[in-house]
């Protein structure tokens, strides 16, 4: 067995072009968990995250003569493609009938799926932050920011104007970053 090699971006990228499956490993062990914590925090599911992130380094790997090193760095470009195919996910017609479904079959488990979210806040040391803001900002943040929802479907969801989920949006972003100052 040969010694484990390190790449620097430019030689990874290099590599990874010239379709070297040894390069590929190396991409799969150093970026899947930072590509994992991202899809996790946004589906809150491990399994599922664990097939999204599978399917996103075989997108990675068909899609690797898409990148471009002018526009970003690799893993900015991974990230994007990643959180995309996530959004995906979570907007296709199946995941959403099956979350109805496990809602229903779950009803009594869902007061602990509120705590997990008020955990998973508290990790990152964002609760305290949110907890500043008015509810209805809040909530606008949460579903933007940690559900993968657009302004568009915000609005539909909460049944106000798109204006308002933008202004709301805004103010609220103003004030994360005063109190983050």
Do not use: C
């Not at 599978?54 to 690799?74: H, M, P, S």
């Not at 949460?142 to 202004?167: C, H, N, R």
């Amino acid at each position: 067995m040969s010694a484990i090699t390190k790449y620097s971006e430019e030689e990874l990228v290099s590599q990874l072009q010239s379709r070297n499956q040894q390069a590929f490993s190396y991409l799969y062990d150093n970026y899947a968990a930072a590509l994992n914590g991202v899809i996790y925090r946004m589906v809150n599911d491990k399994e599922l995250a664990e097939d999204i992130l599978q399917e996103a380094f075989v997108k990675i790997w068909n899609n690797f003569a898409t990148y471009d090193t002018a526009k970003g760095r690799l893993f900015t470009w991974m990230l994007n493609l990643t959180r995309n195919l996530t959004i995906d996910v979570l907007r296709s017609k199946g995941y959403k009938k099956q979350s109805k479904i496990s809602a229903d079959e779950n009803s009594v488990s869902n007061y602990a799926d509120n705590n997990a979210t008020t955990e998973k806040f508290d990790a990152i040391g964002l609760k305290k932050q949110l907890s500043n803001l008015k509810p209805e900002q809040r909530s606008i943040i949460d579903m933007a920011y940690f559900s993968g929802y657009t302004q568009d479907e915000i609005s539909k969801e909460m049944g106000i104007p798109l204006g308002t989920v933008k202004t709301r949006m805004r103010t609220a972003i103003l004030e994360l970053r005063k109190l983050i100052q």
